[in-house]
């Protein structure tokens, strides 16, 4: 079971830090941070293996966001920084096996959080 939480409403150009707390062996995975705005189709923002080695960003938040995990803490945790009101969705944590944008490939998906980002 994975739990999203941190969401928020923030002014354009401020930060944010969200956070996914898994339960048990639901840790031990790729972990993903997906996201859904109304009326768009869900989209991949980042992911992070297990060991923190391998991440990836879509290009849309490449160099604004940050994904990093504290497995002691079974949480993952998304920084979010120069925030733009297109970023303005609901965000989701899942699981997965590799490090991939393909969100057909991630399971397990979390209740989301609320982001705001008003102009």
């Known amino acids: 079971q994975l739990q999203a939480s941190g969401g928020g409403l923030v002014q354009a150009g401020g930060s944010l830090r969200l956070s996914c707390t898994a339960s048990?062996?639901?840790?031990?995975?790729?972990m993903g941070w997906f996201r859904q705005a109304p009326g768009k189709e869900r989209e991949f923002v980042a992911a992070?293996?297990?060991?923190?080695?391998?991440?990836a960003y879509a290009d849309s938040v490449k160099g604004r966001f940050t994904i990093s995990r504290d497995n002691a803490k079974n949480t993952v945790y998304l920084q979010m920084n120069s925030l733009k009101p297109e970023d303005t969705a609901v965000y989701y944590c899942?699981?997965?096996?590799?490090?991939?944008?393909?969100?057909?490939?991630?399971?397990?998906w979390g209740q989301g959080t609320q982001l705001t980002v008003s102009s």
């Open positions: 048990g062996r639901a840790f031990l995975y790729v």
């Open positions: 899942a699981q997965g096996r590799r490090v991939t944008m393909n969100g057909d490939e991630y399971r397990s």
């Open positions: 992070i293996s297990w060991s923190g080695g391998s991440t």
